[in-house]
């Protein structure tokens, strides 16, 4: 099993940024679809960003623009760069690896390995 650690993030006011990391211990990063995902409080967890190993990239329409998702194979971690960001970003982040499906479709069920978390909060 995959282990998979977030780092990264903060509290920060509207229009501010975070860069996320996501480093696993295995050599994952590359060789696997990669995706981040957040949970607010009450509410499901929702796919954000996610890169597969041919480097095909895809985004929750809710961050397209603003966000950008990076794989640094050396250091075998993801990066989810989050600029402009707004109060309706705070959630708890997570980042997991895709075990059966398509990676495009940032699926939650057709992820596993899931981090810890780091939390966002946003503050308009």
């Known amino acids: 099993q995959e282990q998979l650690l977030e780092s990264g993030g903060g509290s920060v006011e509207a229009g501010g940024s975070l860069r996320l990391s996501c480093a696993a211990s295995?050599?994952?990063?590359?060789?696997?679809?990669l995706g981040w995902f957040r949970q607010a409080p009450g509410k499901g967890r929702e796919g954000v960003a996610a890169?597969?190993?041919?480097?095909?990239?895809s985004y929750v329409d809710s961050v397209k623009g603003r966000f950008t998702i990076s794989q640094d194979n050396a250091q075998n971690t993801v990066h989810l760069q989050m600029n402009d960001l707004k109060p309706e970003d705070t959630a708890m982040y997570y980042c997991?690896?895709?075990?059966?499906?398509?990676?495009?479709?940032?699926?939650?069920?057709?992820?596993?390995?899931w981090g810890q978390g780091t939390q966002v909060t946003v503050s308009s």
């Open positions: 295995g050599d994952t990063v590359g060789s696997y679809c």
């Open positions: 890169i597969d190993t041919d480097d095909t990239i």
């Open positions: 997991a690896m895709l075990q059966r499906g398509n990676c495009f479709f940032l699926r939650v069920t057709e992820f596993g390995d």
